[in-house]
């Protein structure tokens, strides 16, 4: 027998099962899925999609012990098979999404293809808000979607799919109480972490500066800052939070750096925001790492070429990619999810700013 080809594997898998049934490869029940997929080369999800398909077909029908037996081998009459698909929901159209969101989706879209699995990117800023029902029913009903992906939700929408039982995972942090798989970095130790490396450098007076409104991740953030500097001892810090326009985020930092009390370190929620620090920083005549430390708790593949380049978290994205790929194959699979919460840890960059 042939191997189905990559452009079309649940498709070419199926025709290859209809080819081998009619010419009589098998007598009465197909090999077990394991041998299958070992002979074909493909995965459980794209063998089962074409098996489903065959099932639909009255070409099979599934015996006790869940045997599939061979029902006819009279060729099916062809009919469109629908593929499985994933979608991706965002705030925010795939053109204006910041570089880490862009890579990340092109890994999930690679991998899925791999399985046979369409995937599909949903920019619906309507969504975002704190009555999603009507726009998310609306949504989901007209667009085929078999899984979600979630990106940065807010604790009502993350409500209406776990309440809808509409598969889906959290690309960030569920809320406490949701008990929807999700996939994020451990955002509150990250923030301890970064308090430990200021601290270490003697800094005595930290600023975190957030925006809002905030969602799961950010708050576990604001908590591990605070544990941060509650381990420490001796330490002032305060939290301040932005908007997060341009000229919003420019206008705390000069007020924070002109209180009566300055700090002397400031850990930055957005990459953006740390560019603009910088820059606000610098032209009021600090200088980063010897008056000031910066330290950003997200990434940008521009940091390593700023002067001074900027100590930041750096997310492994082919790990978040696979592992966020993996629970949404178990959920198509109608398979059980071992564990809702997953958390990773990653790599601290020192750069230049601390």
Not at 25 to 31: H, I, K, R, S, Y
Request: hydrophobic content about 40%; charged content about 20%; overall charge positive.
């Amino acid at each position: 027998m042939r191997v189905p080809q990559r452009q079309s594997l649940v498709s070419d898998t199926y025709g290859i099962l209809v080819e081998a049934i009619t010419n009589g490869v098998w007598q009465e029940t197909l090999p077990g899925e394991r041998h299958l997929c070992e002979t074909f080369q493909v995965s459980r999800l794209t063998l089962r999609q074409a098996l489903k398909r065959l099932e639909t077909e009255g070409v099979l029908c599934v015996a006790q012990g869940k045997q599939r037996r061979i029902a006819t081998r009279a060729p099916p009459t062809k009919v469109p098979a629908k593929q499985l698909c994933v979608g991706y929901l965002s705030d925010t159209p795939a053109l204006e999404l910041a570089g880490y969101y862009s890579r990340s989706i092109a890994l999930m879209e690679q991998n899925f293809s791999r399985n046979g699995v369409g995937f599909k990117l949903l920019a619906r800023s309507g969504c975002y808000n704190n009555s999603p029902d009507k726009q998310l029913g609306q949504l989901v009903a007209d667009s085929g979607i078999d899984c979600w992906i979630l990106q940065r939700t807010n604790l009502a929408m993350q409500l209406w799919f776990e309440s809808q039982k509409i598969p889906a995972v959290v690309s960030g942090t569920a809320f406490n109480d949701i008990k929807l798989p999700f996939v994020d970095l451990d955002n509150e130790a990250v923030c301890r972490h970064a308090v430990g490396r200021l601290t270490a450098k003697g800094r005595k007076s930290l600023c975190y500066l957030a925006q809002s409104p905030l969602n799961a991740g950010d708050i576990l953030s604001e908590t591990g800052f605070m544990a941060g500097v509650k381990t420490a001892g001796g330490v002032r810090a305060r939290v301040v939070r932005t908007d997060g326009t341009p000229e919003r985020v420019r206008q705390k930092i000069e007020s924070i750096m002109e209180s009566k009390n300055p700090p002397d370190a400031l850990l930055i929620d957005k990459s953006s925001h740390a560019f603009t620090a910088l820059s606000v920083l610098q032209q009021n005549g600090y200088r980063v790492a010897d008056d000031v430390s910066l330290i950003c708790r997200t990434e940008s593949i521009d940091f390593p070429f700023l002067s001074p380049a900027l100590a930041h978290y750096s997310r492994n994205l082919t790990e978040v990619s696979k592992r966020t790929c993996d629970i949404v194959l178990k959920l198509l699979l109608h398979e059980p999810v071992e564990s809702h919460k997953l958390l990773l840890f990653p790599d601290f960059i020192p750069g230049e700013s601390i």
